[in-house]
């Protein structure tokens, strides 16, 4: 069988040796050969940052597994091969490296040999002093005795490891010789005569440390005792021969050289002896003038006292004139910061003079023909002044009828609409959501749709919600249940108290556009199989950031929201037109009553979260079609209700267990069986990770509702239209998700400027240094802190810099927004900014506009500069403005995105702008 570029998984493992670690993952970085696959098993030592390791491995995968205890060295081998998903299996010790063509001859060897196991040498060093070598052409005979075959030169086929099983962990040490013998018994490895790796011995060589004579005799007895089936007298025999051999060898060898030794020491005496009397009469003369010198430095160290004594005077003198060098040399860089400015505004100056001096002129020239015309335009003037005043008396009453005539041509219209368009039921579902109904109600009953009902199914507020419908709004359905009966519950309530061809469901933290409802009307009536109809969702706060074009879901269950957080556009060819999507998200959307019933509705076990997705995916299960339709505008709260009612995990935990019950239920057989265990490993993994996702908790509650999910899976796979191929299109065929939530809270204008004045003390603290009173402050901007109060929307969560491991930074996307407090005055808005022009292959241009709302002035100034970057490097760039005491709005605009994974195959799906380090404000 031909393999081309076939994946090695190298297991390290590692206890509390951090820095030789790095060393050895350096090491596989440095491989020649791609493609390869650490799987790094930390055996219950210290927690290893991820981003630590990311850092070391940039752009190549790899698996982190962590005990929680320590497994021993067999232990962590065989974690390692249970991760294993290569087509070969490599071994690497956190104190041995593999040297840069190592893994490249062993693959090529191996598949020039049918894919055998294959090894070769490898150079044995103790503390970084090298010993000896090890590695031989294969003897199985002399491998029973002496394991000569190091694991770091091994390379072994995954189907190979998989027949020889895991290692013995009954063995403390000696399991990789174990682990070889059975390899060698059942297929002869291949040696290559070529270097391989660096064996590397410290203070300890293994996980467990060195114990003693005793200790290797007991466990290569125990090798032995397992493997006696393998030892023949004809084995034995060779071996005694073998060593008999050796001895004789070493022994001639030793006798030799001591010949040689003897010999060469008599002609050396001889000469020695010669050399020794000459120079007991040098001795002699030396000692006499070593006298003589003491005497002189006795008089020199006198005068030396002397000189030191002066030397200390002029230190300090020095001392003193650096201090002072110093403080002119800053006085002399702010004088220099301030001569720049004031050189460039004097030079925008004249530019303006020469221009208004030019105009002037212009000006002078045409006033003297004006003044001709004006004249002769003055008799117009009189004429039509008496014809001005007719026109404007009869525009006023042709407006006035106008208006008449529009006012009734619109009452017209809504009552042709009243009778040509379908009988609409909108149902909200509220749970303490007083804050934002009223605005809700507000815009619904302001939209042009003119056939409509509403029905609010309040689910037990404690906010008198009920009581402010039924006194604001008396033509309001109110369905009021005497507990929290959750999302998808409180919506068939609603559902069924209507009878119209379509029901619209709408959060009660939304806002609709006037015409919301026509379009989403016009797709259904025009597409007969289209169940369900969402609209374009808008953050309510920043009205021009997506929320959410229809959902997405990927192969394992996940959901997520289409260009969340992207910036919408009039000219967004993605976001502008009618698109098929996975599921309609919940928050607004409308939904042909037929088709709900023919799939049974939502899923009556979910309390609140991916009821929408489950409902899309057997909407195309029975052949319906999704629409999203960009025309119809909603803005959401994002969270609103369901963010105070409930903790991130414990909406994490809820959409856990019900994707693990849609997975159940919706995918075929053959399928399930492939995404299950993926499903499951990814929880384990998060578990180890310390990340809350009630993964087990989900396993359990589905545990207990399987005998029902079974009876949904039999309904839906019994009435399925389209296989699980039929709709793949539809489903993200990744396990990482094309979007990212943010990992701080996004603020806007109005929020900043009020935790801004509630912590006034804290802001104007955070000045990094002064000079001469109140002039030439820095003040911070915290853009990395994810508990901060300065970012708005449109950043990346924060990361370490893969260049150096250890500075933070965030991305920023298309736009990105951020607030601080301006004191009032010139300043200077700094940022270190990391472009990779270099990387892309060209220029990077990005736009900062800053836009400062004055107390005093009703209208913003603004400031706007244009950047390019051209480097790798992180560089510092200036934005200056200038204005009064208030809070100051940044938009960073970039003008093309970049994609990692386009770049290094790595699926990092996110669209990258430029990345920022830093942001300061510098008072001239």
Not at 340 to 364: G, L
Request: contains cysteine; proline residues 3%; hydrophobic residues 35%.
């Amino acid at each position: 069988m031909i393999m081309e570029k076939p994946l090695v998984n190298i297991i390290v493992r590692t206890k509390d040796r951090p820095l030789l670690l790095l060393e050895a993952l350096q090491s596989i970085v440095d491989q020649s050969y791609r493609p390869v696959k650490p799987l790094i098993i930390n055996d219950g030592g210290a927690h290893i940052e991820y981003a630590t390791i990311r850092s070391i491995l940039k752009d190549i995968p790899f698996i982190y597994v962590e005990h929680e205890q320590n497994m021993g060295r067999s232990g962590a081998l065989n974690s390692g091969l249970i991760n294993s998903d290569g087509d070969f299996i490599y071994f690497l010790d956190d104190d041995d490296l593999v040297y840069k063509d190592g893994i490249k001859y062993l693959v090529e060897t191996s598949l020039e040999n049918d894919i055998l196991p294959v090894y070769g040498r490898v150079v044995c060093s103790e503390n970084s002093i090298q010993t000896k070598e090890l590695g031989e052409p294969f003897d199985f005979g002399k491998l029973v005795f002496e394991n000569y075959i190091a694991t770091n030169a091994l390379l072994v086929p995954l189907k190979i490891a998989q027949k020889i099983g895991q290692f013995d962990e009954s063995f403390e040490i000696f399991e990789d010789w174990d682990w070889i013998l059975r390899m060698a018994s059942l297929y002869k490895p291949i040696f290559t005569d070529n270097r391989i790796a660096e064996y590397r011995a410290f203070e300890s060589t293994t996980l467990t440390g060195k114990g003693g004579a005793d200790y290797h005799k007991k466990y290569k007895n125990m090798l032995l005792e397992k493997h006696k089936d393998k030892v023949t007298p004809k084995l034995i025999l060779e071996h005694v021969q073998r060593s008999i051999d050796t001895s004789v060898i070493e022994k001639e060898k030793i006798v030799n050289t001591h010949k040689d030794l003897s010999l060469k020491f008599q002609l050396e005496s001889k000469h020695y002896f010669n050399e020794t009397v000459t120079l007991k009469d040098e001795i002699k003369n030396y000692k006499k003038e070593i006298e003589k010198h003491k005497e002189e430095i006795s008089k020199y160290k006198l005068e030396v006292g002397e000189y030191e004594e002066e030397l200390e005077k002029h230190k300090k003198e020095i001392l003193q004139y650096q201090e002072e060098l110093e403080r002119y040399k800053v006085e002399l860089i702010r004088h220099k910061e301030h001569i720049e400015w004031q050189q460039a505004n004097i030079k925008r100056i004249e530019n303006e003079s020469d221009n208004h001096k030019s105009i002037a002129q212009s000006n002078q020239d045409r006033v003297v023909s004006l003044k001709l015309e004006l004249d002769n335009s003055q008799y117009q003037y009189e004429n039509l002044k008496e014809k001005h005043e007719n026109i404007i008396k009869y525009n006023f009453e042709l407006s006035e009828t106008n208006r008449y005539l529009s006012d009734e041509l619109n009452k017209t219209r809504k009552e042709l609409l009243s009778y040509q368009l379908p009988h609409i039921d909108i149902v909200i579902v509220t749970y303490n959501g007083l804050s934002y109904l009223p605005a809700c109600l507000e815009t619904l009953f302001a939209s042009d749709y003119p056939n409509f009902s509403v029905i609010v199914v309040d689910n037990n507020s404690a906010d008198d919600s009920v009581n402010w419908i039924k006194t604001n709004y008396p033509n309001v359905i109110v369905i009021e249940n005497k507990s929290n009966e959750g999302f998808g519950r409180a919506n068939l309530k609603g559902i069924k108290q209507g009878n119209s061809p379509f029901f619209a469901l709408l959060n009660n933290d939304t806002k609709v556009d006037q015409n919301w409802l026509l379009p989403l009307v016009e797709v259904m009536q025009k597409e007969p199989e289209c169940a369900a109809a969402c609209s374009r969702l808008m953050f309510m706060d920043n009205p021009d950031v997506m929320n959410a074009s229809g959902g997405g879901m990927n192969f394992v269950g996940y959901g997520y929201d289409h260009n969340i957080f992207s910036i919408y556009t009039p000219d967004s060819s993605n976001l502008n037109k009618i698109d098929t999507v996975f599921f309609p998200t919940a928050a607004a959307c409308l939904v042909r009553r037929s088709a709900f019933d023919d799939i049974g509705g939502f899923d009556r076990s979910f309390f609140m979260y991916h009821e929408d997705v489950d409902l899309g995916w057997r909407f195309h299960l029975k052949g319906y079609s999704i629409k999203y339709v960009p025309e119809s505008v909603v803005f959401h709260a994002f969270g609103g209700t369901s963010l105070k009612s409930g903790s991130m995990h414990f909406r994490n935990r809820l959409g856990l267990r019900h994707a693990l019950r849609s997975l159940l239920k919706n995918y075929e057989i053959t399928t399930l069986k492939k995404v299950i265990p993926i499903f499951c490993q990814l929880g384990i993994n998060n578990f180890r990770a310390g990340i809350p996702t009630g993964f087990f908790r989900a396993i359990f509650w589905n545990i207990v509702m399987l005998p029902d999910t079974i009876i949904n899976r039999v309904r839906v796979q019994r009435t399925r239209k389209q296989t699980d191929n039929e709709i793949s299109y539809l489903i993200w065929q990744d396990v990482f998700l094309p979007v990212q939530f943010p990992d701080y809270q996004i603020q806007k204008i109005s929020s900043f400027i009020e935790h801004y004045k509630n912590n006034q003390n804290d802001f104007n603290n955070r000045k990094l240094n002064t000079n001469k009173g109140d002039n030439n402050l820095e003040f911070p901007i915290d853009i990395i802190s994810n508990a901060n109060c300065n970012l708005g929307y449109g950043w990346h969560p924060c990361e370490v810099y893969f260049g150096d491991g250890h500075t933070l930074y965030r991305w920023t996307q298309q736009r990105s927004q951020l607030f601080f407090w301006h004191h009032g005055g010139d300043a200077l808005l700094r940022l270190k900014i990391l472009g990779l022009s270099g990387l892309l292959g060209k220029p990077r241009y990005f736009t900062v506009q800053l836009k400062l709302s004055e107390q005093n002035i009703s209208e913003k100034k603004i400031y706007t500069h244009n950047f390019t970057i051209h480097s790798d490097q992180w560089e510092q760039f200036e934005a200056h403005f200038s204005g009064e005491q208030g809070a100051v709005e940044v938009l960073i605009s970039v003008a093309e995105l970049w994609s990692p994974d386009e770049k290094f195959n790595n699926r990092d799906y996110r669209r990258l702008g430029i990345g920022i380090a830093s942001a300061q404000i510098h008072y001239l």
